[in-house]
T-cell receptor, first 111, second 115 residues
Framework: DAKTTQPTSMDCAEGRAANLPCNHS???????VYWYRQIHSQGPQYIIH???NNETNEMASLIITEDRKSSTLILPHATLRDTAVYYC????????????FGTGTSLTVIP | GAVVSQHPSWVICKSGTSVKIECRSL??????MFWYRQFPKQSLMLMAT?????????EQGVEKDKFLINHASLTLSTLTVTSAHPEDSSFYIC???????????FGPGTRLTVL
């Protein structure tokens, strides 16, 4: 029941910015955009989430288009440790609401 | 903050036996916990949602009598795989939300291998 579309895989040079796109053209007004990543054989790690405005934290920046139909996760200076599968998820920010994961983007950071 | 642990991290069992996996929120009270399953090279699949003191809500296609979930306290949920078979071999991951409920925090996962 995933509502997002992401490229299957991407490469990024170490030290450069990694820009990961996500399409969510059917997003509803009360749905937030969440990003998680999963390093091999570990549980997913929360990165960032937003509703309308662009967001930034110590890990990444999230740019959401004005129509909210797509977004981009930016890792400003990718390192080898950022190699992971990145998942973009949309969901209402209410108690008990589930996450349905899509296939995500496998990001490989190249030395 | 917001740390979720799972025990065991891996388990190997014989076909027909039952296996219990624990999920704990270490530094917050988890009003809701979720259980996921992930097969190799696939994404996470939500199995069930559990609220403390209530019966779990299972996703379509997940057998509630096979995957028993107990959420007896605000810091502990357990998943018991009953009469395990080789096709139940998978990576089981739990997550939890606190009072703010705006973010799920995931455990490190438990790898189950059924021989």
């Amino acid at each position: 029941d995933a509502k997002t579309t992401q490229p299957t895989s991407m490469d990024c040079a170490e030290g450069r910015a990694a820009n990961l796109p996500c399409n969510h053209s059917t997003i509803s007004g009360n749905e937030y955009v969440y990003w998680y990543r999963q390093i091999h054989s570990q549980g997913p790690q929360y990165i960032i989430h937003g509703l309308k405005n662009n967001e930034t934290n110590e890990m990444a920046s999230l740019i959401i288009t004005e129509d909210r139909k797509s977004s981009t996760l930016i890792l400003p200076h990718a390192t080898l440790r950022d190699t992971a599968v990145y998942y973009c998820i949309v969901r209402p920010s209410n108690t008990g609401n589930q996450f349905y994961f899509g296939t995500g983007t496998s990001l490989t950071v190249i030395p | 903050g917001a740390v979720v642990s799972q025990h065991p991290s891996w388990v190997i069992c014989k076909s027909g036996t039952s296996v219990k996996i624990e999920c704990r929120s270490l530094d917050f009270q988890a009003t809701t916990m979720f259980w996921y399953r992930q097969f190799p090279k696939q994404s996470l699949m939500l199995m069930a949602t559990s609220n403390e003191g209530s019966k779990a809500t299972y996703e379509q296609g997940v057998e509630k009598d096979k995957f028993l979930i107990n959420h007896a306290s605000l810091t502990l949920s357990t998943l018991t795989v009953t009469s395990a078979h080789p096709e139940d071999s998978s990576f089981y991951i739990c997550s939890a939300t606190g009072e703010r409920a705006d973010t799920q925090y995931f455990g490190p996962g438990t790898r189950l291998t059924v021989l």
